[in-house]
């Protein structure tokens, strides 16, 4: 019996023994990358780092801001013909010519996917007028996002003649957390392949993602990659899993796409399902034998880091009063959700029972109705 109950026991030490290696093993995540981070979209709320502070080159992410200051700028389908000398640029290219004719949501193609340099001078010069003032624009719009350790030299991304262009990773990551506020930015940087109409004169031709992360990897939806001799392989993503939304980014990293896969495995782990509903809400009713309806808001499921339900907090906003009749379901408000003030979702209000109109014989209807509002406002 001692002997059974020995083995028992040594069989437990090494099955918690076992357990305990594999989450250390998690945990640290040994990744290649020299500055990296992954924050969850809705709260900001960083689930992994390493060296996330420190300023680095961040090569064609760049891109990032200057599609986003492109997509903000307006008049996205508007037709022009590019700047001659801003094409002239050395790197990757969507391949612009001289009088080629195109528009802004084209030149964000040509940014996002095949990461055309020319494409980001030239959105450089249609946005600002020259590529100096646009490059003031990013650096402007960089501290109105508060990324306090970033700033631009170019808008592509090239760094061989400078040393003063660089962002850290988690300055990167709160940049892509507002350009994938913007709907034109997300919908073109998740796309595979576009095929897009411009040239001199335009024709229809193909553009393809360099982003391989979108073809090899279930639930990513973009961002952007880059490299320069100066900078490495850096590489922005996003992904989906289960109602919840992180960002990943990687700078100077020579094993980027497994990282990236590496750090969504251990991520997504941190997060968690909540329900958040409203139950106890009242609307005032005019019109009807009682002066108050109860009402409701569906539950709403949000993915969250770990404990960070807590924070989340709710403001219900309904009319002052409705009408009888009032029927089942009728929508009275919203409620909204918030977490550090910033909305992460919303929720219709609705009436629980139907309510009847009551009619009077000692008073008109516009009387009637006069004075029930009447006692409402003065009570």
Known sequence: MKKLMCLFLAALICCFAFDADITASAESCDISAKGAVVIELKTGKVLYEKNSGEKLPMASTTKIMSALLTAESGGLDERFTVDSDAIKVEGSSMGLQEGDIVSKRILMYGMLL???NDAANAAAVAVSGSVQKFVQLMNDKAKQLGLRNTHFVTPSGLDDDTD???????????????ALDNGVFREICGCQRAKLCY?????????????????????VIGVKTGFTDKAGRCLVSACERNGATLIC???NDRNDWADHKALYDLCFGKCESYSFGQEDINVNVVGASCEQVGCYSPDVKLSLPIGENDSVTSVIAVKPFVYAPVVQKQQVGTVRYYYNGRQIASSPVFTKLSVDSESSQSVGAAEYYFEKIKAFITR
């Open 199 to 219: 040239g001199a004169p335009p024709y229809d031709r193909w553009l393809v993602n360099t982003n391989k992360l979108l073809t090899s990897l279930d639930g």
């Open 114 to 116: 095949p990461s055309g």
């Open 164 to 178: 003063e262009h660089y962002s850290t990773a988690y300055d990167m990551a709160i940049l892509t957390r507002a």
């Open 249 to 251: 980014v990687t700078l």
